[in-house]
């Protein structure tokens, strides 16, 4: 069984630029969430994906999207980059509402300069 | 505003003792809560869940206790082994929105 798996591992990036981030979701897995995660904090939610619509969204602006694709991988869009951007940038996978347990990948690590 | 809250920045417990994490909520619709467990250079990994139905939750030598009147939600570890070293999250979910704290780094001293 294949876990979740994100790409790159490490992004370096300059402010006003736009990112792309990759999920691979677990094997048998419809659902995907993205967190970000700055330092010294706890996860935050961003969107939550299902059957390729956005199912649920956190406090982040309309610059953060995202795309489900028919394999259910996904990826996180950031548009206009700010410093703040900062973070480590977690994708989850998970069977849609099987108790809410989601499967986490390492992470990308993005830095805003 | 922060909705699940892990007041404890850090705990350390020798081996074999029984190590207590705690967190606080404040919103009573959540259905399921959650902790988490994450080794450094990983994503969390999922230990156990408790609906909000229940008051009690166990898995082997992880125990979750759920007081609603309270808002509170509990791990016990027993007996603490040095590989549960880690940085734990408890977590809630409403509906499609899910919240985490801030954590609670776990040291297990041999």
């Known amino acids: 069984e294949t876990g979740v798996t994100q790409s790159p591992t490490h992004l370096i990036k300059t402010r006003g630029q736009q990112v792309t981030l990759r999920c691979s979701s677990q094997?048998?897995?419809?659902?995907v969430s993205w967190y970000q995660q700055a330092l010294g904090q706890g996860p935050q939610f961003i969107f939550q994906?299902?059957?390729?619509?956005?199912?649920g969204r956190g406090n982040f602006p309309p610059r953060f999207s995202g795309l489900q694709f028919p394999n259910y991988s996904s990826e996180l869009n950031v548009n206009a980059l700010e410093l703040d951007d900062s973070a480590l940038y977690l994708c989850?996978?998970?069977?849609?509402?099987?108790?809410?347990?989601?499967?986490f990948g390492a992470g990308t690590r993005l830095s805003v300069l | 505003d922060q909705q699940v809250k892990q007041n404890s920045p850090s705990l350390s417990v020798q081996e074999g003792r029984i190590s207590i994490l705690n967190c606080d909520y404040t919103?009573?619709?959540?259905?399921?809560f959650l902790w988490y467990k994450k080794y450094p250079a990983e994503g969390p990994t999922f230990l156990i869940s408790?609906?909000?139905?229940?008051d009690k939750n166990e898995d082997g030598r992880f125990t979750v206790f759920l007081n609603k009147s309270a808002k509170h939600l509990s791990l016990h570890i027993v007996p603490s082994q040095p590989g549960d070293s880690a940085v734990y999250f408890c977590?809630?979910?409403?509906?499609?929105?899910?919240?985490f704290g801030t954590g609670t780094s776990l040291t297990v001293i041999p």
């Open positions: 094997s048998g897995h419809n659902t």
């Open positions: 919103n009573s619709m959540f259905d399921y």
């Open positions: 408790i609906s909000s139905i229940k």
């Open positions: 994906y299902y059957r390729e619509e956005e199912n």
């Open positions: 977590a809630a979910s409403e509906e499609n929105q899910f919240y």
């Open positions: 989850a996978s998970s069977k849609y509402r099987a108790q809410n347990i989601q499967y």
